[in-house]
T-cell receptor
Framework: GQQLNQSPQSMFIQEGEDVSMNCTSS?????WLWYKQDPGEGPVLLIA?????ELTSNGRLTAQFGITRKDSFLNISASIPSDVGIYFC??????????????FGKGTKLSVIP | NAGVTQTPKFQVLKTGQSMTLQCAQD?????MYWYRQDPGMGLRLIYY?????TTDKGEVPNGYNVSRLNKREFSLRLESAAPSQTSVYFC?????WGTGELFFGEGSRLTVL
């Protein structure tokens, strides 16, 4: 099946620093999604990307859909303590006959040091 | 707004016992999903229901069964629990089987001894 390589697996950063994480794959995706999971909660959608090359921002978050459609990155600027959590990328493809497949990366665990 | 509600939130089972995880959504979504989350493995799809009346296997269906009881409810059953099924289980829903936001429940933490 399709696989996403998400990196880094974990990060420890100082409050105020910028963060960058990415997902790569050998497969082409039609949609890239970025989710955040707070401790003890379910993942929540942060940003959705629908076109190759698309750059989208949501507050301090910026994500891009790679031009090759095989990768995406997420940047967080000026990190704050509440940014702590696990960030997941997910790629979606159309499998035919009305079927869509969503594949998740293994997550990037972010820790912010005040 | 409740969104996606899962019960129970925590459960401990002995090997061989059976149990059902319940999920309900109040967003009038057509598609519902069950994922499991294990350390370092991300989210893996167990079963999904693209619409009421249909269910299909996902990436890791072995040892599980599902029932789409109605449009709101989608349950996951472990007939004979095994330690390998110790995990956090997430139910999710989406408006339709296609592009769109996937909404997750808060998770059910299951331990099989």
């Amino acid at each position: 099946g399709q696989q996403l390589n998400q990196s880094p697996q974990s990060m420890f950063i100082q409050e105020g620093e910028d963060v960058s994480m990415n997902c790569t794959s050998s497969s082409i995706f039609n949609t890239w999604l970025w989710y955040k999971q707070d401790p003890g909660e379910g993942p929540v959608l942060l940003i959705a990307l629908y076109k190759a090359g698309e750059l989208t921002s949501n507050g301090r978050l910026t994500a891009q859909f790679g031009i090759t459609r095989k990768d995406s990155f997420l940047n967080i600027s000026a990190s704050i303590p509440s940014d702590v959590g696990i960030y997941f990328c997910a790629g979606q493809t159309y499998s035919g006959a009305g079927s869509y497949q969503l594949t998740f990366g293994k997550g990037t665990k972010l820790s912010v040091i005040p | 707004n409740a969104g996606v509600t899962q019960t129970p939130k925590f459960q401990v089972l002995k090997t061989g016992q059976s149990m059902t995880l319940q999920c309900a959504q109040d967003m009038n979504h057509n598609s519902m999903y069950w994922y499991r989350q294990d350390p370092g493995m991300g989210l893996r799809l167990i079963y999904y229901s693209a619409s009421e009346g249909t269910t299909d296997k996902g990436e890791v269906p072995n040892g599980y069964n599902v029932s789409r009881l109605n449009k709101r409810e989608f349950s996951l059953r472990l007939e004979s629990a095994a330690p390998s099924q110790t995990s956090v289980y997430f139910c999710a829903s989406k408006l339709d089987w296609g592009t769109g936001e996937l909404f997750f429940g808060e998770g059910s933490r299951l331990t099989v001894l």
